[in-house]
């Protein structure tokens, strides 16, 4: 997903995930053909054809399906534009970058044929969903556009967007809580684009990958995790059933403060968080934050807690842009191993040898 910034990015994802919910939590189950993504789904049938299958997030009532659409496996997208900067990942990896003429944000965008494309003017940036330049959208004649799905009025734009005769897909990929869930929409944009033996190549090392990884860690103490740093005077936490904390978990963490079968954020106060920091041994994710003197200006209370006296602080924000983009949200989607391996190389730094991290840095 596009990301204005890490914190805004991450509030904007909190409040999305959280739309519609009550207090009962809503428990994610694979889709049709998916082992760990909910939003989409791949039907195989016994000719060895498939059909391709994603979440709904239109409000419109005359929606034939209002839970799932069916796509028409029969057309070429040679013209894509895409809305949301993990799409590009997706693509990238199946080796149809160059099918790309249009994306949204591009100062957050890190992909470099991307960039590329940009300062050429040989790819177009369409502006946000509420200020899109739908005549410059129209000029580009894409095949498709793909986006990220919001329910709600949020959405209003896609529709626009139909009216004018362009297919558009929603994506519900940020939504996904189950990194290897994430990795699996490679199958979908395998299927759209006629590379479904490639894009299950990839799904299955990389998920091999992962489960080699996450098996280090099983006899491992639990190391436990302060995340995050407040925004406007509230502290986010993410629940444990969230991507965030499967990671931690899945790397031998445990994240102070996230809600046992919760998957969307709690809002605490910082007094709330500092009691819990008590018991931290490792700080992730302090938002923008990049020095270790910023941190303690930023939240003063907080410069005697062990991680801060240990100098064990760390961001993910090693790759990120001059715009605010974060190659964390934007590649991370294809290497949920090389992220699970940063983050055991930091929580139990004699487990893997000689692991730079990529997408961790060290706050100094």
């Known amino acids: 997903m596009r990301l204005s910034g890490f914190i805004a990015g991450f509030i904007i994802m909190t409040a999305l995930s959280c739309a519609g919910k009550t207090n009962e939590e809503e428990v994610q189950t694979p889709g049709p053909g998916c082992e760990y993504a909910s939003y989409f789904g791949v039907i195989y049938n016994d000719d060895d054809d498939y059909s391709v299958k994603v979440k709904s997030f239109s409000t419109q009532s005359n929606e034939g399906n209002r839970d799932w659409i069916k796509l028409n496996n029969n057309i070429e997208y040679k013209r894509v534009v895409c809305m949301s900067t993990s799409h590009l990942s997706y693509i990238e990896s199946l080796g149809e970058i160059e099918r790309v003429v249009g994306v949204s944000g591009g ?28 005549e410059l959208l129209i000029s580009l004649e894409p095949d498709l556009v793909l ?37 699996e929409y490679i199958k ?11 894009a299950d190549s990839i799904y299955e090392h990389t998920k091999l990958r992962y489960i080699k990884l996450r098996s280090l860690t099983e006899k491992s103490k639990k190391r436990n995790i302060l995340i995050n740093a407040p925004w406007k005077e509230v502290w986010y936490i993410p629940g444990k059933s969230s991507y965030m904390n499967i990671l931690a978990e899945d790397a031998g963490g445990l994240i102070l403060g996230a809600e046992v079968g919760k998957s969307y954020t709690k809002a605490y106060s910082i007094e709330e968080v500092y009691i819990m920091s008590a018991k931290a041994d490792v ?23 062990t991680p801060v006296k240990d100098g064990r602080v760390f961001n993910n924000t090693k790759l990120s842009t001059a ?20 983050l055991i190389t930091i ?18």
């Open 323 to 342: 715009g605010g983009g974060s190659q964390f949200w934007e590649r991370g989607v294809m290497e949920p191993d090389t992220l699970l391996m940063d």
């Open 347 to 364: 929580l139990h730094p004699t487990l893997i040898k000689d692991h730079n991290p990529k997408y961790y840095l060290k706050i100094q």
């Open 283 to 305: 700080w992730l994710n302090p938002n923008t934050i990049s020095t270790l003197s910023e941190l303690k200006s930023v939240v003063p209370m907080f410069s005697n807690i």
């Open 107 to 134: 100062q957050y965008i890190s992909n470099s044929y991307i960039k590329s494309g940009l300062s050429s003017g040989k790819i177009a940036d369409i502006g946000y969903e509420g200020s899109l330049n739908y």
């Open 188 to 198: 979908f944009f395998g299927a759209i684009f006629n590379k479904m033996e490639l």
């Open 147 to 183: 986006t990220y799905g919001i329910e709600g009025e949020n959405n209003q734009y896609i529709e626009k967007i139909k009216q004018f005769g362009i297919p558009v897909i929603a994506l519900g990929d940020y939504l996904e809580n189950h990194p290897l869930g994430k990795l």
